[in-house]
């Protein structure tokens, strides 16, 4: 499969850190630092950031996203957000079933599939995040465990909606651990979901969607990552959040 079809995506996930005034700060510290970049640049933020996010943002190459949505469009859901909230403030971009969704609030692969229905539905672009557990690849189960969340999460999903969904292949073990999966590991499993991907929607959409790899990928390891053959952009935690480091990852995917 010709991976120049696919222009890398790199995106911080900023999880639960920055407040307005420090978002404010890392964004303007960012711009000229990735300005130019051959790739897509997205920043992941706290909903509370977001605004100004996007102010910071305004006229550069960098995309604004949120870390999650609801799956109802209004309703009595205490302290959640809707993806239409999401967009009629301009928002671009959401991360769906990150795994820190799954282990701390009890997301599920069907929850996971209701909140990107409701993204799609309301023109978000989704990243969407699967991965296995440290025992599910001890039991050697990383590419049932991954293909099944995919498959869940996509189950509704038509190929015309597919150009706007991201994969973001992380594996939990990986992910702020500084654990980071071998190039051969990651773009295994990137492999895999391109071939489910073929499997359920044909080769043109497997060809063409945007498989990330997440999980401690830094300014030192990302060159290695980006090169391998499924490995189209990445998620980023830790690293997103200096902007130097990012910029190296950003830089590494526009070589
Ligand atoms: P990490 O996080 O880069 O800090 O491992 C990645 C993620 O959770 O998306």
């Not at 950031?49 to 550069?60: F, I, R």
């Not at 671009?92 to 692969?109: A, K």
């Not at 990243?127 to 099944?148: F, H, N, P, S, Y």
Request: glycine share 8%; with cysteine.
């Amino acid at each position: 499969m010709n991976k120049t079809l696919r222009r890398p995506v790199i995106a911080g996930n900023w999880k639960m850190n920055k407040t307005p005034a420090q978002t404010k700060a890392l964004i303007e510290e960012l711009k000229p630092l990735v300005e130019g970049a051959d790739c897509e640049v997205v920043l992941c933020v706290p909903y509370i950031d977001l605004q100004a996010a996007l102010d910071a943002a305004q006229g550069s190459n960098i995309k604004i996203g949120a870390e999650n949505c609801h799956w109802a469009e209004s309703g009595a859901f205490t302290g959640e957000v809707s993806a239409l909230m999401l967009k009629d403030m301009g928002v671009p971009y959401v991360i769906i079933g990150h795994s820190e969704r799954r282990q701390y609030f009890g997301e599920t692969d069907i929850s996971v599939r209701e909140r990107t229905r409701a993204a799609l539905d309301a023109g978000l672009k989704v990243i969407l995040c699967v991965g296995e557990l440290k025992e599910e690849r001890l039991d050697d189960i990383t590419a049932e465990v991954v293909r099944m969340q995919t498959k869940l999460a996509l189950k509704d999903v038509t190929e015309a909606e597919l150009e706007n969904i991201i994969i973001a292949y992380e594996p939990v073990w990986a992910i702020g651990t500084g654990l980071t999966a071998t190039p051969q590991q990651a773009n295994e499993v990137n492999a895999l979901i391109r071939s489910l991907i073929e499997e359920l929607y044909g080769k043109n959409a497997a060809e063409k969607i945007v498989i990330q790899y997440g999980g401690s990928m830094n300014e030192v390891n990302a060159q290695e990552l980006l090169a391998c053959p499924d490995i189209d952009g990445g998620l980023i935690g830790g690293a997103s959040l200096v902007a130097e480091k990012f910029a190296a990852v950003v830089a590494a995917a526009s070589q």
